[in-house]
């Protein structure tokens, strides 16, 4: 747990003060947005690399209401064949049914959670940071439909991330273009 620790302190600083010139800005967070329904657990399809999940497999996260409005977040996965988690909160950071968030592993430090994309059930979302080289796709179940992965392959290509970086937390999904 402490490697986890050290590595999401080193992602938070870079997602917190990280330069502008590769902002996720110019793509809209979702309206719409209801933190109700995406409260629960979400699997990590892929996501791009980063330095605090590296050599990560089966990662989730579960989001879970806090009586002070805040949502409480807990990110694990295996690492190194050893189970790993960490702790945070999440508020909103925007209006409320917009899908912008602030997450925080370590008070007082927050970094940007921004929902781009998600599946009008609240079956898959697609996540940034402020920078662009923060991307994370995720699911209410490991693994996706050919469809679901299509429509998010086909969203990614539109917004030009790199999905040849891509790294599968669950095993490669299906349905290629």
């Excluded at 990614?156 to 290629?176: D, V």
Aim: aromatic share 12%; with cysteine; proline share 6%.
């Amino acid at each position: 747990m402490r490697n986890f620790t050290m590595i999401a302190a080193a992602l938070l600083a870079g997602l917190g003060f990280g330069c502008g010139c590769n902002s996720s800005r110019d793509i809209p967070a979702v309206k719409g947005f209801d933190a109700g329904c995406y409260l629960g657990v979400w699997y990590e399809i892929a996501r791009l690399p980063n330095r605090f999940e590296r050599d990560m497999t089966q990662v989730k996260a579960e989001y879970s209401a806090l009586p002070d409005g805040r949502i409480r977040v807990v990110n694990s996965g295996v690492k190194a064949g050893a189970p790993t988690e960490i702790t945070g909160v999440a508020r909103s950071s925007g209006e409320a049914d917009t899908g912008e968030l602030e997450v925080s592993f370590f008070w007082p430090f927050y970094s940007d959670y921004r929902i781009i994309k998600l599946a009008p059930d609240y079956r898959f979302s697609v996540v940034v940071g402020a920078d662009r080289g923060y991307l994370w796709v995720l699911s209410r179940t490991p693994e996706l439909s050919p469809g679901e992965w299509r429509e998010i392959r086909t969203f990614l290509k539109q917004h030009k991330f790199p999905e040849e970086s891509l790294i599968f937390s669950w095993g490669e999904p299906g349905g290629a273009l």
